[in-house]
């Protein structure tokens, strides 16, 4: 079906970005998984095309729209050329969403132009060896001493955490009434003393994505790092995690349909039988179904990418559009594996990559389980 959420200017930006992959990243990818890492160039080189400041005011060097429709076409064509650029993601969707939102006048100065450049790439730290889903239990703290606060804990799994530059540690500066009151949001830049990186985690896949364990041995980070006000990081990771969901969803939802195509010219091709796959009745099932699936992922996630720039997309509607998207994910690729045989076990077909990748998708920014508790509060229960 026609997808109506589209300008021209939408369209042609998605013909520049399919250009730029299909030219920068497309031919290299192998040897970057290799790797276990994008080379460091390729931000800024994603960065002179525009795609990294769009979120980011005019006045701090970007193009200054709050418009989810541009990242999410980036996402889409980065899915539909199956490869994925490390931590950029998560520094264009999740990351640079906090330095906008809450950055004092300075900070916005100090930081904003060069995470638009891609001169400055971020993660964001929340989890920790001890606490994923719970994230109020975090141990991480930071302690106020003078001008400073000092910083102590272990994060894991941080997207991004080799290539950071900067990175925004959730850290507890102090008890509330409530667990989730307390937590701060403190921005640990490069070389600041004792703080420290472990390895680049080996992943199932995803792996040209960094991903690391940071350490934090008595970090001494300026007051003047402190983003948004003491004790508010729960509200604003909160605030956040909509487009955080959304973004996964619009991932997932893009590399399932990826899936779909790669797969339509496989059993195309493959003769068994003195046939093509593509002929018996069962892959024109499977196929036929993973397509209607499909078709209402998205509906479902144009519709929330247009409630999303309408300030409408609530945390429970993130919720279920992550959830549906996220699975539907996990079977199409499933299916689709299914219907190379063996082939589609070997990395060197794309559905093999996508089948991998595709498992952490209902794992990180918020597992299936958690998301269904929020569902079941919003439905009263
Ligand atoms: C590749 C990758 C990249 C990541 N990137 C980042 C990042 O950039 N920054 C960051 O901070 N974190 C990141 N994460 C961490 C990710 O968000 C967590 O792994 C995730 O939130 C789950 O936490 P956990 O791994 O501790 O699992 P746990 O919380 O230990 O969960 C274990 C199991 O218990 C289930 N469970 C938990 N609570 C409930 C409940 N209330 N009801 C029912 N079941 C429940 C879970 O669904 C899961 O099945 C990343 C993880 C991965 C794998």
């Given at each position: ?66 418009s989810f429709l541009y990242p999410a076409i980036w996402a889409e064509e980065t899915a539909r050329a199956h490869v994925n650029l ?296």
């Open positions: 079906m026609r997808r109506t959420l589209f300008t021209g200017e939408h369209d042609t930006f998605r013909a520049t970005a399919r250009d730029f992959l299909a030219k920068h990243v497309v031919p290299y990818f192998p040897a970057w998984e290799q790797a276990g890492l994008v080379p460091r160039e390729i931000f800024t080189k994603v960065g002179d095309l525009g795609v990294l400041g769009m979120q980011i005011p005019a006045r701090h060097g970007g193009a200054g729209t709050r490390g931590g950029l993601g998560v520094h264009l969707n999740v990351v640079i969403p906090y330095f906008v939102s809450y950055s004092t006048e300075e900070q916005a100065g100090r930081w904003l132009p060069g995470l638009g450049t891609g001169a400055l790439m971020a993660s964001i730290a929340m989890t920790e060896p001890g606490t994923g889903s719970d994230l109020a239990g975090m141990a991480t703290t930071a302690v106020r001493d003078g001008d400073d606060w000092i910083l102590n804990g272990a994060k894991t799994f941080i997207t991004g955490g080799v290539h950071a530059d900067l990175v925004i540690v959730v850290a507890r500066t102090g008890e509330g009434g409530d667990r989730r009151d307390g937590l701060s949001l403190l921005v640990v830049e490069r070389d600041m003393p004792g703080f420290t990186r472990g390895r680049n985690l080996d992943k199932l896949g995803l792996r040209t994505q960094d991903t690391a364990e940071l350490f934090f041995e008595d970090v001494r980070v300026p007051a003047g790092n402190l983003l948004g006000e003491e004790g508010q990081a729960f509200r604003y990771l909160t605030g956040n995690l909509p487009q955080e969901r959304l973004a996964i969803a619009v991932g997932a939802q893009a590399a399932a349909e990826a899936a779909l195509d790669t797969t339509l010219a496989y059993v195309r091709d493959r003769q068994v039988f003195g046939k093509s796959v593509a002929s018996f009745q069962n892959t024109r099932f499977e196929l036929a179904a993973c397509a209607t699936r499909l078709e209402a992922g998205r509906a479902l996630v144009d519709r929330a990418l247009v409630a999303h720039d309408a300030g409408e997309l609530s945390i429970a509607d993130a919720a279920k559009v992550k959830v549906f998207c996220t699975e539907l994910q996990g079977e199409v690729v499933d299916r689709c594996l299914q219907l190379h045989g063996g082939y589609g076990y070997m990395r060197e077909y794309p559905i093999a990559r996508l089948y991998a990748d595709a498992r952490v998708s209902r794992i990180y920014g918020g597992t299936t389980e958690v998301l269904k508790t929020i569902i079941a509060k919003s439905l009263g229960i």
